[in-house]
């Protein structure tokens, strides 16, 4: 399997969010590095989890920013986080039907490519460009956390923040 790796045509140049998509990065190496033949069902299924809930969070972090800024371009932004997001959902809930099956892993591996990392590629360097237009120390920028997220209504209050705070720590249980 082809392992995520934030690598330079990956990186925003925002540290904050850099940080947050290297571990998206870590949690998708998770789910698609596990070893043929080794698949753990309750170990892909946590992975998926997680995978799930860090991009949710993820996803709500960066479009706070990205109102408090008045980023201009943030309304299509959103909507391929919506995107990502319902995917990411289904591929996952498909994963849980299928079980933990190297041909899932493959295939989660071609959207996580196809997607994510074009989304970040893409997307996401578009705003960090706008980001640094402006009258903000980016060094200094943090994303907002899982509570403040939670009382603006960005995410849900019965959020479950286990499964998208720490490192992908899948493999440490």
Known sequence: MRSFNLTPDLVTGIRAID???GELLDLANEVVDMPEGHLHPELFELALTFL???TAYHFA???VV???LDYPQRGQHFDHHR???Q???NLAAEARIKGA???CQTEIARFLNDWIVHHIRESDREMAQFLVTQPIDLEALILPDIRTLKLCGAIPIDFDEKFATGTAGV???
């Open 19 to 21: 940080e947050q998509h």
């Open 66 to 68: 990205m109102t408090d």
């Open 101 to 103: 099956t190297p041909a």
């Open 52 to 54: 799930v809930g860090y």
């Open 87 to 89: 995917s990411v959902g």
């Open 171 to 173: 493999r440490q249980r």
């Open 61 to 63: 972090a960066e479009e």
């Open 83 to 85: 995107q990502l997001q």
